[in-house]
């Protein structure tokens, strides 16, 4: 996990709380934790989940992120990631309730 970087996501909109970079498969994953802010004041309203995969480019030199999606967790209003094992993310909620992700099949 990885505390304090917003990463590609616009910061008054998705204030992100941490990240977390790995393997799921046969894909590179980049996951953003956070929560979405309805009022672009930075203070979230409903806990999020993004994921992007890096690509590697066609001429082997670099790579292209693509967004896998947003999954909101409805309810809550920020998600802490706080462990990988395996395909399975374990995130927590700011109730401090624990929620699993798949990371393969992309729901929680």
């Not at 990240?19 to 894909?27: F, P």
């Not at 999606?69 to 927590?92: A, P, Y």
Request: charged share 10%; proline share 5%; aromatic share 10%.
């Amino acid at each position: 996990m990885n505390p304090d970087h917003q990463g590609p996501l616009p910061t008054a909109k998705n204030p992100v709380i941490d990240s977390w970079a790995g393997q799921v498969g046969t894909k590179y994953i980049q996951a953003w934790g956070g929560g979405i802010s309805t009022n672009a004041d930075a203070i979230p309203d409903t806990a999020a989940l993004w994921l992007y995969s890096y690509v590697e480019t066609a001429n082997h030199c670099g790579y292209d992120t693509q967004l896998l999606g947003q999954f909101v967790l409805n309810g809550h209003k920020s998600l802490t990631i706080t462990g990988v094992n395996g395909n399975l993310m374990t995130l927590t909620t700011d109730t401090g309730q624990a929620v699993r992700f798949d990371l393969l099949a992309s729901h929680f």
